[in-house]
């Protein structure tokens, strides 16, 4: 047995009430979460002691790069790969042992798109609620279906079979096949990449409106603007490891650097290009205070290529995200779970 019982089990064992239990418990928890792939001559840790809550009702953020992780500690909670070593629960439930319970407290988003093409959109969420017993009270149900088609604005494609939408539309899809049954934790693993604005906006307005009612929310995603505006708390995953979690604006105060922004049509000083950013003729440079942005500003002047579009502000994730992945500091937070 585990030397450190999680709060569910503490909660089990003192045989406190349901209703209590579910408000004191995380929604999820990953303990010492560690997942191996190896053949005969090679052995990666995609997971490596991966530990931390969150609490029900949050809306959490999970960062990192391509291939940090973040899908396979989804899948280690979906219960699509078991893990090598450590433990995850949903609401108490653990994803191994207790799996049907745990899927149930579940609606998760993939990032492929998914579908099958024989039925209409509204026959594929029927089936998917039915996947999870939700069919004793069908009207009830095909309310919440309606409510579903109109908040992601497939209310005209109701009836339209799932090979004639778009792509866009699909992913619209399978946001509702999560919803569907009602999951109290709500998993969207990059919900947004490669749809269109309009899309975004209406999915974080639900998905928003459904984390005011008190649903869990878990997103993975490389738009760090969404993270930043959308979730309360954040970790950071880097090659298997957590290396930042804390609030949102804990790790934003922590790195509140002064940022300039701009724009130039000619190549920046071999001193300055080593530390800046660049995306196209757009350069983000931090300076400490007053007196760099003017050692920054002359030097570009002094080399021919002076600044357009200048604008001065504080740190963003971006920021915060490029800094911890390429080692710059680790947040002290990052040792400790939530």
Not at 219 to 226: A, C, G, N, V
Request: glycine share 8%; aromatic share 6%; proline share 4%.
């Amino acid at each position: 047995m585990a030397a450190a019982l999680t709060l569910a089990a503490l909660a089990r064992r003192a045989s406190i009430p349901a209703a209590y239990n579910l408000a004191l418990m995380p929604a999820v928890s990953f303990q010492g979460v560690t997942k191996t792939y190896a053949d005969a001559r090679t052995e990666v840790r995609a997971l490596d002691d991966v530990s931390f809550d969150i609490e029900s009702g949050e809306f959490f953020g999970l960062l990192g790069p391509n291939g940090a992780g973040k899908t396979t500690l989804i899948s280690v909670l979906a219960g699509l790969t078991r893990a090598s070593a450590g433990r995850v629960e949903v609401h108490g439930h653990d994803v191994v042992g207790d799996y049907a319970a745990a899927r149930r407290c579940l609606g998760i988003v993939p990032q492929e798109l998914v579908f099958d093409p024989f039925f209409s959109v509204r026959e594929t969420l029927r089936i998917q609620s039915g996947y999870f017993g939700v069919r004793s009270d069908k009207r009830a149900n095909d309310a919440w279906i309606d409510e579903l088609l109109f908040n992601l604005g497939l209310t005209d494609k109701a009836d339209a079979n799932m090979r004639q939408l778009s792509g866009g539309m699909k992913r619209r899809v399978l946001v509702a096949q999560a919803l569907v049954h009602r999951p109290r934790v709500i998993v969207l693993d990059e919900p947004t990449a490669g749809v269109d604005v309009e899309l975004r906006q209406t999915l974080w307005q639900f998905v928003a409106r459904l984390n005011k009612e008190g649903h869990t929310v878990l997103l993975t995603t490389h738009y760090l603007e969404e993270a930043e505006a959308l979730c309360g708390r954040i970790a950071m995953l880097k090659q298997g490891r957590v290396v930042a979690l804390d609030s949102t604006s804990a790790l934003l105060a922590g790195r509140a650097s002064t940022m300039l922004r701009f724009k130039v049509d000619a190549p920046l000083p071999p001193a300055l290009a080593a530390q800046a950013r660049v995306t196209g003729r757009t350069v983000q440079l931090k300076a400490r205070d007053a007196q760099e942005i003017e050692t920054i500003l002359s030097a570009l002047r002094s080399a021919g290529c002076p600044a357009q579009d200048l604008e001065i502000g504080r740190a963003d994730l971006e920021d915060v995200f490029l800094e911890i992945m390429h080692g710059e500091s680790a947040h002290p937070a990052a040792a400790v779970p939530a």
